[in-house]
T-cell receptor
Framework: DAGVTQSPTHLIKTRGQQVTLRCSPKSGHDTVSWYQQALGQGPQFIFQYYEEEERQRGNFPDRFSGHQFPNYSSELNVNALLLGDSALYLC?????????????FGPGTRLTVT | DAKTTQPPSMDCAEGRAANLPCNHSTISGNEYVYWYRQIHSQGPQYIIHGLKNNETNEMASLIITEDRKSSTLILPHATLRDTAVYYCIVRTTDSWGKLQFGAGTQVVVTP
């Protein structure tokens, strides 16, 4: 059983460009959350998707947007990239029926903005 | 949302128990305490969670004080593979369980 997968592993973009990151949740999971982790800091919640809709959002600007597909996979889009967007982007999945709301994290996508 | 306080770092000898403290003095009655860890260059990994009773699984034990204002994660026999950043998190009251990570505790297990 594959866990949470993310692509690409690494990405280098130029300031002002747009980027799309992808996530496939663990089998049986229907909720996907995205986190941003700057170097030396803990992950920060960006948003969460369930039933193809954004259910919760953290303190991130509208440049950060997402999408969830019928197969529960998800994309994170960031427009007008800033140098400060350089970070590890983590995707986490969980089953909505889980009473513990345990989240399973993928390995992340390392984004570097130059 | 309740916040947590953890020491920034701690060392532990291989084979010994590692006791990781966490303060969550403003925790609400229906909020759980969760522990995750993050090994270098990997995504966070769930360890254990609890509400008010002590919990144990194959990875660790969680001891929560009676007033629920603090807790301790215990790794009974630390190995070199337990070197990681450990995060103590209080789950938000929102049932969808957004996780708010702090800076965590960097644990280094030495031979």
């Amino acid at each position: 059983d594959a866990g949470v997968t993310q692509s690409p592993t690494h990405l280098i973009k130029t300031r002002g460009q747009q980027v799309t990151l992808r996530c496939s949740p663990k089998s049986g999971h229907d909720t996907v959350s995205w986190y941003q982790q700057a170097l030396g800091q803990g992950p920060q919640f960006i948003f969460q998707y369930y039933e193809e809709e954004e259910r919760q959002r953290g303190n991130f600007p509208d440049r950060f947007s997402g999408h969830q597909f019928p197969n529960y996979s998800s994309e994170l889009n960031v427009n007008a990239l800033l140098l400060g967007d350089s970070a590890l982007y983590l995707c986490a999945s969980s089953p909505v029926t889980s009473g513990s709301y345990e989240q399973y994290f993928g390995p992340g996508t390392r984004l570097t903005v130059t | 949302d309740a916040k947590t306080t953890q020491p920034p770092s701690m060392d532990c000898a291989e084979g010994r128990a590692a006791n990781l403290p966490c303060n969550h003095s403003t925790i609400s009655g229906n909020e759980y305490v969760y522990w995750y860890r993050q090994i270098h260059s990997q995504g966070p990994q769930y360890i254990i969670h609890g509400l008010k009773n002590n919990e144990t699984n194959e990875m660790a034990s969680l001891i929560i004080t009676e007033d629920r204002k603090s807790s301790t994660l215990i790794l009974p026999h630390a190995t070199l593979r337990d070197t990681a950043v450990y995060y103590c998190i209080v789950r938000t009251t929102d049932s969808w369980g957004k996780l708010q990570f702090g800076a965590g505790t960097q644990v280094v297990v030495t031979p």
